[in-house]
């Protein structure tokens, strides 16, 4: 079952066409100055993780996501963060869908980039591989259509724009 939903995370990558990406890239983060940092299963694996319980507008009761802090991958991919806090970031989900969030959410919220949803991984058809998760329960200004809108799943691409 581990190796049908590691193939299955692997080939939902490949289909996020960024320039010569490698199959196992999940995702592609490109920096302020045009340098594309790619991020496979392992890589986002040794991040520290973080755990949001809470309900969404697209699933049925409480769920519990984890993954690692969308800031940290951010931080991962910039010299110095101070020049990504008023930044935007542009992103890309499998299937091509976009939206753009300001950066700060990512420090101001604890979003994460969740892997995991009720201790699975997320599949494609679950949303996965990566879903932009916020902390919707823990905060009442979360819980409006503005920050429902910035819940990308499938996520595979972001771009640090200023």
């Not at 802090?69 to 970031?89: H, K, M, N, P, Y």
Request: proline content about 4%; charged content about 25%; aromatic content about 10%.
């Amino acid at each position: 079952m581990l190796r049908r939903w590691f193939l299955a995370g692997a080939m939902a990558a490949s289909a996020c066409r960024v320039g010569a990406r490698s199959q196992d890239d999940l995702l592609v983060v490109t920096g302020p100055g045009g340098q594309r940092h790619r991020f496979t299963e392992d890589d986002l694996a040794g991040f520290d993780w973080h755990r949001i319980a809470t309900h969404t507008v697209w699933t049925e009761g409480l769920r519990v996501f984890e993954g690692p802090l969308l800031r940290d991958v951010l931080a991962a991919c910039v010299a110095d963060t101070a020049e990504i806090g008023q930044a935007s970031l542009a992103m890309r989900a499998l299937n091509d869908f976009r939206i753009d969030m300001p950066a700060r959410d990512a420090w101001e919220f604890d979003v994460i980039l969740a892997r995991t949803m009720d201790g699975a991984p997320m599949r494609v058809r679950d949303k996965g591989p990566l879903w932009v998760v916020y902390p919707r329960d823990d905060r009442r200004e979360l819980q409006t259509a503005l920050y429902d809108e910035r819940w990308i799943w499938q996520l595979c691409e972001i771009q640090i724009t200023a």
